[in-house]
């Protein structure tokens, strides 16, 4: 019998299969051990050969099985006796061929038979070559885990170990833990769809000159960040940063604000929040000409024509979503963000002081909503997030639907 070193810990039965991203198991499992769950792992034959079982159990402090009939299991029933040990079993990576089996039902090794066997939910984290993951075969094996009711985790886009680009890459640790926070504690927006935008818009002059709001994205990040914590789905609308952004449902990278407004517009029936952290543009340009504007001596005089207002158009849609604005204000913040409240029928309007919060990595911020003004003191943005996140999900319980 395998006992748990600790009934009230979370246990997690991490199971790896063959494919480089099995380096990055190493690294979830410390996250998974320090975030107090404890940890069981199971390798397949071919994960040993990207990583050392040793490695694994010096991380859980517990033996790491490979094969069936492994001697060291009281009955020799070692795929019975793992699956109903653990809370919850997630494969990461698991391979193509892992995948396959488990759409099928295949169980010729430890890991594909304790799937098979198990009596708790499953989740996997798949990682291949993009072209593997685009084949019709991975592609129907995907969906028959879905149906059923397997948690595919990612994969996500970006380099490959191969050296192509696309989708494919297992999520990173962090986004892996997140999944498993939320598995055993439904986060406060579970479920709920979220489309924020981010970042500053660049309105073109010419081209290679531009009017761009001060903005670093890293609240609106560090909001998306909360969000996904929280257990939403997130779309993020983002202009040009500096940022990775965390795995979210959707990324639509923007640069000017009317494309910012159509992809608010493609996005935001689909939502039941909207919270608008970006620094759009008032103005824009009213030509942006293609070629450089040549020097001359001669005073410039740029024509600027007034940018759509997002937010407002949102807020003011026959059914909207949960609406949250930003303000970032030089002076009178209290009189300047309450009337920019009421003028674009916000539930709720975060203002900051401009100068402390601009490009920092902590602010003070101050919500004001129907009950009043509360201020939440100066902190890093992560944590301002997290909080302003407990915030919209209070007020969105009672928002009229
Ligand atoms: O720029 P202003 O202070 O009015 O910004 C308040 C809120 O309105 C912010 O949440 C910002 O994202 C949004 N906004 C917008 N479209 C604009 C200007 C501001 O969505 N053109």
Known sequence: M???????????????????????????????????FEVQTVMTEAACHFLGPATLQALT???????????????????????????????????????AKIAHGLADDLLSTLCLARNCPLMVAPAMNRQMLENPATQRNLTILQKDHITVLGPAYGIQACGETGMGRMLEPQALLEAV???????????????ITAGPTFEAIDAVRGIINLSSGKMGYALTQAALEAGAEVTLISGPVCLTSPVVKK????????????????????NDIFISVAAVADYRPAIAHTQKIKKSDNTMVLELVPNPDILQYVANLPAPPFCVGFA???????????????????????????????????????????????????????????????????LYQQYPN
């Open 251 to 270: 990324l639509i990278p923007i640069t000017n604000a009317n494309d910012m407004f159509t992809a608010v517009k493609n996005e935001v029936t689909f």
């Open 328 to 394: 970032a204000e030089t002076e009178d913040i209290d009189q300047n963000a309450e009337s920019k409240r009421r003028k674009k029928k916000l539930p709720l309007l975060v203002a900051n002081l401009a100068q402390e919060a601009m490009g920092t990595d902590d602010s003070t911020l101050i919500l004001f909503d129907e009950k009043g003004k509360h201020t939440l003191p100066k902190a890093a943005k992560i944590d301002q997030a997290r909080h302003l996140i407990e915030h919209i999900a209070t």
């Open 61 to 99: 402090g517990k033996p790491v099985y490979a094969r069936l009939w492994d001697e060291a299991v009281n009955n020799s029933m070692a795929h019975i006796e793992l699956s109903r040990a653990t809370d919850v079993i997630l494969v990461a990576p698991a391979s193509a061929d892992f995948i």
């Open 181 to 195: 926070r939320n598995f055993f504690q439904p986060g406060l927006l579970q479920g709920k769809r979220v489309l």
């Open 2 to 36: 395998i006992v748990t070193d600790s009934p009230i810990k979370k246990s997690v039965l991490l199971g790896i299969t063959g494919g480089i991203a099995a380096y990055k198991a190493a690294e979830f499992a410390r996250l998974l051990i320090q975030d107090g």
